[in-house]
C-alpha cells in the first residue's frame, strides 16, 4: 500500500478519535456545570378536581398493580399531600411499548398522563406510578417529584430517581428491582431523607416542591454548594452506568470526581446538622462524624465481562484530610460558642 494512503488513513483516525475525546470533554464539562436557583420554580398550587377515583380505563393486566398502590398510597401519605395523585390517577392510562430504549423499563409522560411500559412490568410500575402521583403539567413545565423540565432545562433527575427508587422499595419491596445508578442514587437520597425528616421529605416530593427541599438542606449547606449537589446527582443518573465501558476514561475521572463531591456534601451537611442540636460534647460531636464517614462507601463495584471490579472515589488520604478540615471547623464552632456563654456570664 502507498505510504500516502496510509498516512492520510492514520490521520483519519488519530483526528476522528481526538475529536470525539474533545466532543465526550465538552459534554462532561458541559453537563457537570452547576445549576442556578434562580431558574428553579416554586412549586404549583393545584385544586384537587375529583372527589373520588376511577381507574375503569386502565387495562385488566394492570389494574391489579394501580389497585394495590392506591390502596397503599392512600394508607401511608397525608391526603393533603395527595392533590397530584387524585388528579392524575383518574385520566391515567398504561400501555405497552416494545420501542421504549433497552435501558428504560418503563417512563411515565405527564403532558398525556400515561405510562408507557415493557415487559416485566411488575418491576418498573410501581416506580412509574410514584412519577404519576408527584407530576403536574402546567405552562409547558412539567413538574415531577424534585425535578423541573422546561425543555432544554432541566434539573433534579437524579435526586428524583432516586428519591422516587427508594419509596418503590420502602412501600412496594417484593416488586422493587434496580439499575447500578438508581441504587446509587436511592442510597444517597435516603441520607438526605435522614437530614430532612421522613414524613416532611415525602410531602414535599408529592407536591413538587423543589424548592422546598432546597430550603430544608439550606440548613446545613449553601445554596452554591446544594445546587452542585444536585447537579452532580443529574450527571450520575445518566453516566454513572458508564463504569461498565472500557475506554470511557474521561467519563471514569468525572464520574469518580462527582461521587468525592457528593460523598463531601453529605458528611458537611450532617456534620452541621450535629452542630445546629447543640447538645453534643466535641468528642462526642467527632466520634459521631467519624462513625458517619465510615458508614457511607467510599467505593463502587460493578461487574464487568463477569468479573467484580471496584473503583475507590474516596482514598485514605482524601478522608484523613477530610477529617482535619472538619475538626477544625467543630473545634473553633466549640470555641465561639463557649466564648459566647462566657461573655454571656460576665454580663
Known amino acids: 500500500m502507498n505510504f500516502e494512503i496510509i498516512m492520510h488513513i492514520t490521520n483519519l483516525i488519530v ?11 465538552f459534554i462532561v464539562d458541559k453537563t457537570l456545570q452547576p445549576r442556578i436557583v434562580s431558574k428553579i420554580l416554586k412549586k404549583p398550587n393545584r385544586i384537587s378536581i375529583y372527589n373520588d377515583i376511577n381507574i375503569s380505563k386502565i387495562e385488566l393486566k394492570y389494574k391489579k398493580y394501580v389497585t394495590n398502590f392506591i390502596k397503599e398510597i392512600i394508607k401511608n401519605f397525608d391526603s ?18 416494545l420501542k421504549l430504549k433497552d435501558n428504560i423499563g418503563g417512563r411515565y409522560l405527564s403532558l398525556k398522563d400515561k405510562i408507557e411500559i415493557k415487559d416485566e412490568y411488575d418491576k418498573y410500575i410501581y416506580h412509574e406510578l410514584f412519577h404519576m402521583a408527584s407530576s403536574y403539567f402546567i405552562n409547558n413545565i412539567d413538574y415531577s417529584g424534585f425535578e423541573q423540565i422546561k425543555r432544554p432545562f432541566v434539573i433534579g433527575k437524579g435526586i428524583n430517581e432516586g428519591y422516587t427508587e427508594l419509596l418503590t422499595n420502602r412501600y412496594f419491596p417484593k416488586e422493587f428491582s434496580s439499575s447500578n445508578s438508581y441504587y446509587y442514587a436511592m442510597k444517597t437520597m435516603q441520607e438526605i431523607e435522614n437530614l430532612v425528616d421522613k414524613n416532611k421529605m415525602q410531602s414535599l416530593y408529592l407536591n413538587a416542591n423543589l424548592l422546598g427541599l432546597i430550603d430544608e438542606l439550606k ?8 445546587m452542585k449537589f444536585i447537579t452532580n446527582m443529574d450527571f450520575l443518573i445518566n453516566y454513572l452506568d458508564y463504569l461498565r465501558k472500557k475506554n470511557t476514561f474521561i467519563y471514569k475521572n468525572a464520574i469518580l470526581k462527582t461521587l468525592k463531591e457528593i460523598n463531601i456534601f453529605l458528611f458537611d451537611c450532617y456534620a452541621e446538622k ?8 466535641y468528642s462526642e460531636t467527632m466520634n459521631k462524624i467519624y462513625d458517619y464517614i465510615e458508614k457511607i462507601p467510599n467505593a463502587i463495584e460493578f461487574t464487568n ?9 474516596m482514598t485514605e488520604d482524601d478522608i484523613r484530610n477530610y477529617i482535619l478540615n472538619i475538626k477544625k471547623h467543630v473545634y473553633q464552632y466549640y470555641l465561639n460558642k463557649n466564648s459566647k456563654q462566657e461573655n454571656h456570664k460576665e454580663r
Request: with cysteine.
Open 80 to 97: 393533603a399531600d395527595l392533590t397530584n395523585f387524585y388528579n392524575n390517577v383518574n385520566k391515567l392510562d398504561i400501555k405497552y411499548n
Open 305 to 313: 465481562y463477569g468479573f467484580p471490579e471496584e473503583y475507590e472515589y
Open 15 to 25: 483526528s476522528t478519535y481526538v475529536c470525539k475525546i474533545l466532543t465526550e470533554k
Open 274 to 281: 450535629l452542630l445546629t442540636k447543640s447538645t453534643f460534647s
Open 219 to 226: 440548613k446545613y449547606n449553601s445554596e452554591e454548594q446544594i
